[in-house]
């Protein structure tokens, strides 16, 4: 008798949930979330950082406790990983909320990713993942496809000359297709001539605007490196370079000759 009382209460405890579940339903209007924007943070050999943002809008006209959001970001619908956020908190009524999310490529996963993004040049994404408010769980989806910049040589020129020391600067035109700036750190590059490295520089903290980007690369190089004096030089002018640019989003090598005459008339 005990165990048919207990049912019918456990019966009759989920029936009323259920009816208070449909009627929150017929009165509440159940959050929206939109996807509204992506940007890039962290890029470096070590680690990508995707930030996409949603919005969650209450449309009611009294507020509602917003619990969490999980996620989950897919490569090539290959699922890279998940998590979820703390409490977003109380939403006001008739209001909205921008829920930034931020999705690590570390490490584990960006040997493999980084060699397919050299290989392909762009790289497909997913976030989707679901919002949980009042026992209900709204999701949300986002798909896109990320572009690896491509790089030309636009320009090299030659602004100081001499024996000791021959200043250039090699101008790089960047196009990025996506819908987002790109941050890039650690652009190295070098110069080398016949197998002798002359230079090696670095550029930090720069960045990438949607569509076409230029990028300087100072470089000096001694021709006393090259040529045992001034003669020599004028013998034999023909100094032949190759530069080489490595960032974490592409790989660059250039190579030219640049005849020295006109520099030491």
């Known amino acids: 008798m005990l165990k048919k009382l207990t049912f019918v209460a456990a019966v009759s405890v989920l029936t009323a949930c ?5 009627s929150i339903k017929d009165y509440v209007q159940q959050p929206e979330v939109n996807y509204k924007s992506i940007s890039v943070g962290e890029i470096s050999m070590d680690r990508i950082e995707l ?6 809008a209450n449309n009611n006209s009294f507020s509602l406790p917003i619990n969490n959001v999980s996620y989950e970001l897919s490569l090539n619908d290959s699922k890279m990983l998940e998590g979820e956020t703390d409490s977003i908190g109380t939403l006001a009524a008739n209001s909205n909320k921008d829920v930034p999310l ?3 490529l570390t490490q584990e996963t960006l040997t493999s990713l980084q060699q397919l993004l050299f290989k392909e040049n762009k790289l497909d994404y997913q976030v989707k993942g679901s919002v949980s408010a009042l026992g ?7 798909s ?3 572009y690896v910049p491509t790089v030309s040589i636009a320009d090299l020129e030659v602004v100081n000359a001499s024996f ?12 990025n297709k996506n819908e987002f700036s790109l941050p890039l750190d650690d652009v190295n590059y070098s110069v080398s001539s016949k197998g ?18 230029s990028i ?17 030089l004028l013998t034999s002018p023909e100094l032949p370079l190759h530069f080489e640019i490595t960032s974490p989003l592409f790989t660059k090598t250039y190579d030219q000759t640049i005849n020295l005459t006109s520099f030491f008339k």
């Not at 259920?18 to 449909?22: S, V």
């Not at 209900?136 to 986002?142: G, T």
């Not at 930090?204 to 569509?211: D, F, H, R």
């Not at 300087?216 to 020599?232: E, G, H």
């Open 102 to 104: 931020s999705l690590a």
């Open 196 to 213: 002798n490295e002359l230079f090696t520089g670095a550029l930090n903290n720069q960045k990438i605007s949607e569509g076409t980007n």
């Open 216 to 232: 300087q690369l100072p470089l000096s190089i001694k021709p006393s490196d090259m040529f045992s004096n001034v003669f020599s």
């Open 144 to 146: 896109a496809t990320l």
């Open 164 to 175: 000791s020391e021959l200043d250039i600067i090699l101008s790089l035109e960047v196009d």
């Open 18 to 22: 259920t009816a208070l579940q449909d």
């Open 136 to 142: 209900l769980s709204i999701p949300f989806e986002k």
């Open 51 to 56: 930030n996409p943002t949603f919005n969650i």
